[in-house]
Each structure stands twice: as C-alpha cells, then as structure tokens.
C-alpha cells in the first residue's frame, strides 16, 4: 500500500527550454560589472568600485534615463501602497497588532484600522483595546491592503473592506514575492472549485469557495465547518501546482494558475510533485500561455 | 566494535548551529546509537579479525548538511547505504620472533570483504498530527505535530527499537496503529532501498559522480 520510490542523484539540468522572450533581459550576479561608463547614477544594488559599476545582488538590470539599478529576483517583500498582503499575526501590542509579511520589518495592523462589528465609525474605546484578543490572535492569518509605508520601511495595513479580514479553512503556500505578478485584482474564483489570494508578499492563500456571498460579520468570523473531499483535492491540487510554477521560476496569476491545474488533471495529485511529471506539466501550461499572448 | 558520531554544518538549520548545536547533536547522535547499537543489526562478527585479540572499528560520520524535516529517516537511509559501500581489506596477522604480532593490509585494493547489512534497520518516523499520523514530515508538519514516534525496522519487519519524541502525549490505541503502519512503510523502504543499491552497485564505476551541490 505505501509507495515508496527512490532515485539515484542526478545533476540537476536546466530547468525546461528556455522559451525566448521580446527583449533579453540584462541578468547580474554579484560582482557582475554592468558598465564602465561613469555617467550613470548608481541605485539600489548596485555599487561603485575602481570606476565601474558593479552589482551587489542577483537580478535584473532596470535603466531608467540616467539611473541604473538592480532588481533582486529573491528579496524581501516591499510594501507598496495599495498592495494585498496575507499575513500572519505575531504580536498583540497596545493599539495595534504586528503582523509578519515576508519584509525586513513587521508590519503594523492599527486598531483603528480594522472593521469592527457595530459599524465604521464607532470610536475605539478601552473596552475594544481589551478585547483585541477576541478578533484577532496570535498565529492568525489575515487578507488586509497596505495602506501606508512608515519612514523606516514598515507597512502599515488595514482590513476597511468587508473582503479582507480573518482566513479560515485554507492552504497557504509561500514563494518569493517577485513571482507573483501585480494585477487589477488578486482575489480570484478559479472555475476549478476553489478560490486564490495572491498577497503580494508571496504568500498566497487557497481556500473552499464560499457558498454565500454576503457576509455581515466584516470578516471576522471563521467558518469551520468541515470542508467536503472533493474540495480538499482540488485545494490540493492547486497547491501542488502553484509549487510547480515556483520551482521553474513562473510568474503567478490567475491565468497561469489555472492552466497548470488543467495540465496536471491526467497525473496524480501526488506525482505532480516529482520532477518529470513537473516539467511536463509546465511545458504545457507555458505552451499555453503563449498561444494566448499571440 | 561500532561508534556513530554526528556533525551539522551551521547552514543546516538555526537550531543546531553554535552551542545549541553540540546538544541537539549528541541527542539526535545518542538515538541513533541506541537503533544501531542492538546486536542482531550491524554483523559484528565480521569484523573480528583475531578472536579476543584484534577487531576492526567501524566509525561512522554523519555529516548533516540541509535539514528538512525527517532527519532520522534519511540518516538512517545514508548509514545503511553507506555500510552497503563499504569495503574492509582483508587483513593477516603475522607472529613475530618476539611475540608481538604485526598486522599486514593486502595490497590489492579490490580484495576486500563486504558487510551484510541485510539486518540494519530503518527509522520511520511517524508523526502525530490532530487525530492521525503522516510519515515523512516536511519542516512545516513536524511543527503541526506534538509527538512523534521513532521506530526502527529491519527488512522483514521486526521492530528492534522505538521512541517517542515530542512534548504531546500518545493514546496507547494509535501507538498501536503507528507501529503498524511503521512496519508496513519500513519494509517497502527496505525493499526500494536495496534496488536502488543494486541498480548503483551495477553500474559499476562508470556511475556519474554527483556532489551535493550538483
């Protein structure tokens, strides 16, 4: 009844074909030199030594006009404003609570900043400052929007919409932050049977769709009723998936998503897992992609 | 005689770097002693070269270089394909005038004996996560699981060491079920086991050579 399979090690190959984009993007390596030209302003990651310009990150080279600087393809998250995050609650502070998105600093969740049941525009009394730990507690995973960078580089979020709040019954999968592409919209109903949020952080977050739409609560009460097979397998799926994309560098969006799910269809939700069933299923779903774009 | 040492490399994992290291190490070291230390696992025998005179001691190095969940599995995996690689010469020991005795390795590298590692035992490790165990936790599951259940199989499937590991409390009815499945899912990593080191033995030394970082 159990599977076990073993390999012997193999080096590990390149991963796919690489499929040629428009332009060939500049990558660098650190201590890679860009250019010796000495009229270019230096920006982030990169440095001046011996009057050349050197990169001190792995990533792509940006030029805007005069001013050069390196985009890290593996970095912390950085907030910008009007982002969706996910995130986990670490702290519960005073008036706030700090809550960990994958960046240099923890981000800030102020008490003013949350939907409170009994409308928007009560005054948050002593009494709501003592029962933080009723809405929100420490290990809890929340949907919110940045709604401000502090001067040190914290996010400040907050949930004033009844589409963020409290995440219930879920897997939460995390990847880099630079995979997941920024979109109109990141909350997404998959036709599959299960909805996505892809936070920008690189935490994404998938979950049973919900049956009814409107919710009075603001968010803020967990359903855990348990959640029926045939959900938790496409869940599964999509997990697995979204792992896949990860590993062979994809970028993440609903429509990539979706086509690796219906590439791995044929296949076991468990072989998706291994390395050539992974390729295959990329191979297509990348295919896919772009027929789409033309 | 047979003796186990462990060693991590810092980037393994934050645990088990610096001091904190040494302790987690002569703990993780100690438990795998106690799995291989039993007397019907490693064939001691074979290593005798004078009865009550001389021996071979066979030392193994662990050397733990990533850590992703399920470390005892995998060691005891490496231990046990490692001693499957291992090659004793033979050796004579020759009586001198004196009376002391001199002890003479053959010159050719390929006369060598094997060990019989037919009894070295697996670890399975069984987690306990809600109600039911997994095998083979990833880093995020172990840290869903209260206890967990280390058991050591051989290839026929008898048990020769257990232990629980973990600050939760296991219902004697799924230590039950635990060590049932333990023995299911060690014997069929036995038995996959020893294909692959077949399958590597007969490739002989034209097998490709693959680093860790390869």
């Not at chain 2, 795998?32 to 019907?40: A, D, I, K, M, Q």
């Not at chain 2, 799924?174 to 060690?186: A, L």
């Amino acid at each position: 009844m159990a599977a076990v399979t073993m390999r012997l090690p193999q080096a590990r190959g390149p991963l796919g074909a690489s499929v040629s984009r428009g332009a060939e993007k500049h990558l660098v390596a650190p201590g890679d030199t860009i250019t010796t030209d000495t009229g270019y302003m230096r920006g982030h990651g990169t440095y001046v030594e011996d009057e050349k310009l050197i990169a001190s990150v792995a990533g792509v080279v940006e030029r805007v006009n005069k001013l050069v600087c390196v985009r890290a393809l593996k970095a912390r998250y950085n907030g910008e404003v009007g982002d969706i995050v996910v995130g986990r609650i670490t702290e519960v502070q005073q008036k706030r609570w700090k809550v960990e998105t994958n960046s240099r600093l923890d981000s800030v969740l102020l008490l003013s900043s949350i939907n409170l049941p009994g409308g928007e525009l009560r005054r948050r009394s002593a009494e709501d400052e003592l029962a933080m730990r009723d809405y929100l507690q420490e290990g809890d995973l929340i949907s919110a929007e940045v709604q401000s960078i502090f001067s040190d580089g914290a996010v400040s979020l907050h949930t004033r919409s009844l589409k963020y709040g409290k995440l219930a019954q879920g897997v939460l999968v995390q990847v880099s932050p630079s995979l997941v592409k920024r979109q109109k919209t990141h909350f997404h109903d998959l036709p599959c049977g299960a909805s996505v949020i892809l936070g920008n952080n690189g935490f994404i977050w998938i979950y049973p769709t919900p049956e009814q739409k409107d919710e009075e609560a603001g968010g803020f009460t967990t359903n855990l009723e348990p959640v029926p097979l045939s959900d938790r397998e496409v869940i599964s799926r999509l997990r697995n998936c979204i792992v896949a994309l990860v590993t062979h560098k994809m970028m993440l969006f609903d429509t990539s998503i979706l086509y690796c799910y219906e590439a791995s269809l044929p296949h076991q939700i468990k072989d998706i897992l291994k390395p050539e069933v992974m390729e295959e299923i990329i191979l297509e779903a990348r295919q896919r992609l772009l027929d789409l774009e033309g | 005689y047979f003796f186990l040492s462990l060693s991590s490399s810092s980037s393994s994992t934050p645990e088990l770097e610096g001091r904190g290291g040494e302790e987690l190490g002569t703990d993780i070291a100690n438990t795998l002693y106690r799995v291989f230390s039993c007397e019907s696992s490693v064939d001691l025998k074979s290593l005798c070269i004078n009865p009550r005179e001389h021996c071979w001691v066979l030392y193994v190095d662990v050397l733990l270089l990533e850590f992703g969940g399920n470390i005892f599995d995998a060691i005891s995996l490496a231990v046990k394909a490692a001693l499957f690689n291992t090659r004793i010469p033979k050796v004579r020991v020759l009586e001198d005038e004196e009376g002391t005795k001199e002890i003479e390795l053959s010159d050719d590298p390929y006369d060598c004996i094997r060990l019989n590692v037919e009894e070295v035992p697996c670890i399975v490790t069984l987690s306990k996560i809600g109600y039911r165990h997994v095998v083979d936790a990833t880093l995020q599951e172990e840290a869903c699981s209260l206890a967990s259940l280390l058991i050591s199989v051989t290839s026929k499937g008898t048990l020769t060491s257990m232990k629980k590991v973990g600050k939760g409390s296991l219902d004697p009815e799924s230590i039950f079920e635990m060590m049932e499945t333990g023995q299911r899912v060690g014997k069929s990593l036995h038995i996959a086991l020893q294909k692959i080191l077949d399958e590597e033995e007969s490739l002989g030394s034209s097998r490709p050579k693959v680093g860790f970082l390869g």
